[in-house]
């Protein structure tokens, strides 16, 4: 449950309501109990579970990472699905922090159920553009690694293992121009069967765990 990984990170959270027929501690926050019937008509999903939690945004500035070895830049991510599988990708693979460039809102409720909870455990850094957050990323002296499909280059050809920022695009244009200029190489990920490319989500997956990969191997 959502509300329950919200509390083991430690998220401020100010106050839950939960159906009569759902029973939940929460240790320090305050719980109101309300009739059966009533969150559905406040939630934003057609059959959601019976809790619901106000809570305040958590961000970070990107500022704050310059000690950060592994960081994952987004450019315009549209869809807060996407966005929040992205979130979860990063945070299992052991990203220091996400840092999120235009786009969807990151507290959208897609997004946040998308996360699985995972965005309660992971720093985030929502900046006007990733352009901006790149030139800063590039005076840390971190490698930025950005993805096109046609970079002949594999991303698994790459040393992952210095100090790097995975650089995504948005689903329907990929990296833009801009970006592109900012980054210091760009890599592509083989596709075997027909399909022209993967979902960006997916994508960001792969790479997230192939530094994992790289990190772990003797």
């Not at 109990?33 to 406040?42: F, K, M, T």
């Not at 970070?60 to 310059?66: D, Y």
């Not at 800063?136 to 050809?157: K, L, Q």
Request: one cysteine or more.
């Amino acid at each position: 449950m959502l509300v329950r990984e919200a509390a083991r990170a430690q998220w401020p959270l100010e106050h839950v309501y939960v159906g009569e027929s759902a029973a939940i501690d929460m240790d320090g926050v305050p719980v109101t109990v309300v009739a059966d019937g009533v969150l559905e008509r406040v939630a934003t999903t057609i059959t959601p579970r019976p809790v619901i939690a106000v809570g305040r945004q958590r961000l970070v500035a990107i500022e704050e990472l310059p000690t950060a070895t592994f960081l994952v830049v987004l450019d315009e991510i549209s869809d807060p699905g996407n966005l929040g599988t992205i979130i979860r990708a990063a945070e299992s693979a052991g990203a220091d922090a996400v840092v999120v460039g235009g786009g969807v809102d990151v507290f959208n409720p897609k997004c946040v159920r998308a996360t699985a909870g995972a965005l309660f455990f992971t720093r985030v850094a929502r900046v006007a553009n990733a352009e901006s957050a790149l030139r800063v990323i590039g005076g840390w002296g971190m490698r930025r690694v950005g993805t096109s499909a046609s970079a002949p280059r594999r991303y698994d050809d790459v040393d992952l293992i210095a100090p790097v920022a995975v650089v995504l695009g948005s689903e329907a244009h990929g990296l833009g121009a801009e970006v592109v200029a900012s980054v210091d190489e760009l890599v592509s990920i083989p596709i075997v069967g027909r399909s022209e490319s993967l979902n960006v989500a997916s994508a960001a997956a792969v790479l997230c765990f192939e530094v994992a990969r790289q990190r772990r191997a003797p």
